[in-house]
């Protein structure tokens, strides 16, 4: 079965700051990932997906993403935060079967401070 | 992009009362949808899956006779909470997935739910 990990339960950035937020897969082949922002009381927001195109990928709000096989890891960065950012991140994984659902991480919250 | 809405966003009933909550693809057919509740500050966690003239299939530990969900057509999934009780408040999510796209999920912006 596939699963993702996200370690750190919560990330604490300063302003301008390199924000990395982690997220492992687990997946005996390379599978869909995504990375979604939740801010409270909202829904989901897409960051960015990689869907075996290229490794690095650019999402939007300046973050970006790079899959690498051999760590299976899709770690989620952006080079200088901002306090808008601040936020739940959720890691999710999904097969290339068009009917199967996502499978979402815990979930890591990123805090931002001046 | 494609638009996928909940009605109600917010609902607030006392323990023991059914509440239907609705999701809609508004710009494309889904003949899948999918359905998720949060609990506050925990992830999603997958309930069921939606198939449009099918039974849904749900996930261990989901009641599938509390948590009526029905696809009538390709436009709309219900999720019913059936004797709601304090325990079920939660945050309801759905999602929809166009035909043929493994790529793509189009979330709803969810439905807050308290049982008093």
């Known amino acids: 079965a596939q699963s993702v990990t996200q370690l750190g339960s919560h990330v604490s950035v300063s302003e301008g700051a390199l924000v990395l937020l982690r997220c492992n897969y687990s997946s005996s082949v390379p599978p869909y990932l995504f990375w979604y922002v939740q801010y409270p009381n909202q829904g989901l927001q897409l960051l960015l997906k990689y869907t075996s195109a290229a490794t690095l990928v650019k999402g939007i709000n300046g973050f970006e993403a790079e899959f690498k096989k051999s760590e299976t890891s899709f770690h989620l960065t952006k080079p200088s935060a901002h306090m808008s950012d601040a936020a739940e991140y959720f890691c999710?994984?999904?097969?290339?079967?068009?009917?199967?659902?996502?499978?979402f991480g815990k979930g890591t919250t990123l805090s931002v401070s001046s | 992009g494609a638009v996928v809405s909940q009605h109600p966003s917010r609902v607030i009933c006392k323990s023991g009362t059914s509440v239907k909550i609705e999701c809609r693809s508004l710009d494309f057919q889904a003949t899948t949808m999918f359905w998720y509740r949060q609990f506050p500050k925990q992830s999603l966690m997958l309930m069921a899956t939606s198939n449009e003239g099918s039974k849904a299939t749900y996930e261990q530990g989901v009641e599938k006779d509390k948590f009526l969900i029905n696809h009538a057509s390709l436009t709309l999934s219900t999720l019913t909470v059936t004797s709601a009780h304090p325990e079920d408040s939660s945050f309801y999510i759905c999602?929809?997935?166009?035909?043929?796209?493994?790529?793509?999920?189009?979330f709803g912006p969810g439905t807050r739910l308290l049982v008093l």
């Open positions: 999602s929809a997935r166009p035909p043929g796209n493994a790529e793509t999920q189009y």
């Open positions: 999710a994984v999904s097969d290339h079967q068009a009917g199967t659902a996502l499978i």
